[in-house]
């Protein structure tokens, strides 16, 4: 058994820093336990979005978490120096939360796992992202059978040969968020864009992205890698929109070494 020295963890933590997790869609954050439990040099906080009932409330949770820890809200001093500088991991839609957070100035770094400065394209652009008129037929098909949407959502997150990994097994039950959540979530993901504000967001950046994902493609990321001043781009090969999954050490191991080194 392996015993930790609770004193070196916690300077680590101050360190390091805080990280703060956000969900993708219709996602726990029990999907990120495993790379918690491979970061114990980090201080790890969270957001629960399944009761959200509307994008304000999703968006107004996202914001109050990050100045609660970079000292924005007047609390003591001390908070922010036990915290260190905060990280804000985003999965997906979590992803372009992370990013609208990070163009106000609340992260001193990003770590982006799938993630898009604008969900929703033109036409002309669906190698970037998805037509709106799809968004809206999901929140119709919700309202309906919110099942089903889950369902067929989670079936395109993962390539044929991860499916036959059985990497999609290792999500969590479907139906942890409220219908109100899954709508405020896709309403988000229709008119939140990101892409106004890459240039002006200066601190380090760290993209985890598949290169066959069918959600937020590929383009997506080299987009932000293109356009965000201080992006590094981690490419999982055959590897559709949950690059972390079933990758954790790997993922550990190359966010420590690329926190490291800023």
């Known amino acids: 058994m392996i015993e930790l020295d609770i004193n070196s963890v916690l300077t680590q933590q101050q360190a390091n820093g805080t990280i703060l997790w956000l969900c993708g869609w219709s996602m726990p954050d029990a999907v990120f336990d495993r790379l918690r439990e491979l970061l114990p040099d980090f201080h790890h906080i969270s957001i629960d979005y399944s009761d959200a009932d509307s994008p304000e409330k999703i968006l107004i949770l996202t914001e109050i978490a990050a100045k609660n820890v970079m000292n924005l809200d007047?609390?003591?001093?001390?908070t922010r120096a036990a915290h260190g500088p905060l990280l804000i991991g985003g999965w997906s839609l979590g992803g372009l939360l992370a990013l609208r957070l990070a163009g106000k100035g609340f992260a001193d770094g990003l770590v982006l796992f799938a993630a898009s400065a604008r969900f929703t394209r033109s036409k002309e652009e669906t190698d970037l992202?998805?037509?709106?008129t799809y968004v809206r037929k999901?929140?119709?098909g919700i309202i309906k059978d919110r099942q089903v949407v889950e369902a067929n959502f989670r079936q395109l997150m993962f390539t044929e040969s991860e499916w036959e990994a059985d990497l999609g097994g290792s999500l969590p039950p479907i139906g942890s968020w409220t219908t109100p959540a899954l709508v405020a979530g896709l309403q988000i993901l229709r008119n939140e864009e990101c892409l106004s504000q890459l240039e002006s967001i200066t601190c380090p950046v760290f993209l985890v992205h598949g290169n066959e994902d069918s959600i937020c493609p590929y383009s997506a990321a080299m987009e932000?890698?293109?356009q965000l001043p201080k992006a590094k781009l981690f490419t999982i090969p055959a590897c559709g929109h949950a690059p972390f999954l079933g990758r954790e050490d790997q993922i550990a191991d190359e966010l420590r070494r690329w926190w490291h080194e800023q």
Not at 129 to 132: I, S
Request: aromatic content about 14%; glycine content about 14%; hydrophobic content about 65%.
């Open 224 to 226: 932000l890698m293109a």
């Open 74 to 78: 007047g609390a003591a001093f001390s």
């Open 129 to 132: 992202g998805w037509v709106d």
């Open 138 to 140: 999901m929140i119709t």
